[in-house]
């Protein structure tokens, strides 16, 4: 099973701040990568699909980067509906898993 | 629209069983791929099942295996997962998923969930 390890668990930055969140992959997963913002009480929305293509409606700050084992999601300046928690997810084998979220909150 | 609707959670005891349903609309569900996930209270995501298009290949998490059972109906647009010897480690949300695939040398994401169904194991 390959395990994702997202970083930091938590995050604290002021709106208009840049955000840069880390997932480190324990092999590789070639760009088989997602990222999800998942908003309390809400079902996730996938954000990047591919390590760096940005889905249907996502906005321009949200870059995604990476390939193989190391992957990284950038806000570029913060919004304050950006504060949820994200999520990286591999499909390069099975079993699907995901890492355990990285929290960004309102500093 | 394209929407997915999640029915049939609810509160069961341990060792009882539980079919979920999920409806979808506004595109071709029979092209698509679909997942189950779940989210246990305060916790992360956790992939349960998956299913292809023509419920050829199927694939389920260790910790679900042999006890939950995944289907599709492509006529009525709907998914299933038939949960069985239900434990108190599956109370969680379950949400059912769209997967995009993987498409040439792309992998799509999981692009439309559902709002989720809540299944309680408790006596």
């Known amino acids: 099973e390959i395990v994702l390890t997202q970083s930091p668990a938590t995050l604290s930055l002021s709106p208009g701040e840049r955000a840069t969140l880390s997932c480190r992959a324990s092999q590789s997963v070639s760009s088989y990568l997602a990222w999800y913002q998942q908003k309390p009480g809400q079902a996730p929305r996938l954000l990047i699909y591919d390590a760096s293509n940005r889905a249907t409606g996502i906005p321009a700050r949200f870059s995604g980067s990476g390939s193989g084992t190391d992957f990284t999601l950038t806000i570029s300046s913060l919004e304050p509906e950006d504060f949820a928690v994200y999520y990286c997810q591999q499909r390069s084998s099975w079993p699907l898993t995901f890492g355990q979220g990285t929290r960004l909150e309102i500093k | 629209e394209v929407q997915l609707v999640e029915s049939g959670g609810g509160l069961v005891q341990p060792g009882g069983s539980l079919r979920l349903s999920c409806a979808a609309s506004?595109?071709?569900?029979?092209?698509?791929?679909m997942n189950w996930v779940r989210q246990a209270p305060g916790k992360g995501l956790e992939w349960v099942s998956y299913i292809s298009s023509g419920s050829s290949t199927i694939y389920y998490a260790d910790s679900v295996k042999g006890r939950f059972t995944i289907s599709r109906d492509n006529a009525k647009n709907s998914l299933y997962l038939q949960m069985n010897s239900l434990r108190a480690e599956d109370t969680a949300v379950y949400y059912c998923?769209?997967?995009?695939?993987?498409?040439?040398?792309?992998?799509?994401?999981?692009?439309?969930w559902g709002q989720g169904t809540t299944v309680t194991v408790s006596s």
């Open positions: 998923a769209r997967d995009g695939g993987i498409k040439g040398y792309y992998y799509y994401g999981m692009d439309v």
């Open positions: 506004g595109f071709t569900f029979s092209s698509y791929s």
